[in-house]
């Protein structure tokens, strides 16, 4: 079972120094200042369409460049109060190797990506988020969608296996500091979680106490967790039905406007974790929010 850890310590985030990586770069140095956090800064040549030399030395300084604007990127960031223990820049290897080396490195709690995936392509399975969320070997939190200026609003989502169970544990654990930034936002509603277990509305057509025994078992779960709420975060359970639980709970990501979705890798037993990781791959890849990966252990 995953050890329930109280706060962030050590945030490990992905910069591929492009345009639209300012949004993951943002949420990382959020948390970790609400955290008061380390945030481990990681540049990868391979994420990067420019590391593909035509000449030797275009190659070199292509990489000086990439360091100084990663320097630049410390220094803008310990000036908003971040701490920033390290900043690596590599000129090789994958990037979901670097980043799992380096969290490996300074034990981090948290790795913090984002998301290439475009609507319409499917599980792209060579993405990095992919491969990290697959490697299961820390907590990642994906940027995706629309990324909130304040985290409000958190889905934790449960299948109400012993392993969901140990994430939903532990994303309570973390709520004051996934919506630290929130504190920093007044008049913009109450903070909120959510526990969430969606399921197939096939089943209850054909056996109709499955809705009753689902809502008896979220009871039970949230009833548990409640305790363990931070005062002044609102609590909701949401028993959502459908086809396909990422179609689910995507649509109920945008009519409730959750901020962030946090769900785990593993789900009930009798499945395979390829399988299984296809609802958290497919939130990943589709969600209209970032999205926290927990793998129980």
């Known amino acids: 079972m995953i050890p329930i850890l109280n706060t962030l310590r050590n945030i490990v985030v992905g910069a591929d120094l492009q345009a639209a990586s300012s949004r993951t770069l943002t949420l990382a140095a959020e948390l970790a200042r609400g955290a008061n956090a380390n ?3 990681v540049h990868a040549a391979a994420q990067s369409e420019a590391y593909k030399p035509t000449a030797a ?70 993405s990095t988020a992919d491969r990290l969320v697959r490697a299961g070997e820390h907590a990642v939190l994906v940027v995706r969608g629309e990324t909130p ?31 630290s930034s929130a504190h920093t936002s007044p008049g913009d509603g109450a903070l909120q979680v959510d526990f969430v277990h969606a399921g197939d509305e096939r089943v209850l057509v054909m056996d109709a106490t499955v809705e009753a025994w689902s809502r008896q078992r979220l009871d039970e ?22 086809t396909h639980p990422v179609d689910t709970i995507e649509s109920a990501a945008v009519e409730h406007a959750w901020h962030l979705i946090v769900v785990g890798t593993h789900g009930k037993g009798t499945l395979t974790r390829w399988v299984v990781g296809s609802v958290a791959i497919g939130l990943c890849q589709g969600a209209p929010c970032p999205v926290v990966v927990m793998p129980p252990r």
């Open 39 to 41: 945030l481990h800064l």
């Open 57 to 126: 030395g275009r190659h070199d300084d292509e990489f000086d460049d990439a360091r100084r604007a990663l320097d630049i990127i410390r220094s803008r960031l310990a000036d908003e109060q971040v701490s920033i223990a390290s900043a690596e820049c590599f000129a090789s290897g994958r990037p979901e190797d670097r980043l799992l080396e380096r969290a490996n490195d300074v034990s981090a709690d948290l790795i913090v990506v984002g998301s290439t995936a475009r609507e319409g392509h499917g599980h792209r399975l060579g």
């Open 149 to 179: 200026t304040s985290v409000r609003r958190v889905a934790i989502l449960t299948d109400f296996s012993e392993g969901a169970k140990a994430v939903a544990r532990q994303g309570v654990a973390w709520l004051p500091s996934l919506m």
């Open 221 to 242: 779960e949230v009833g548990h967790l409640k305790s363990h709420v931070p005062a002044g975060i609102g609590v909701r359970q949401r028993l959502l039905w459908g």
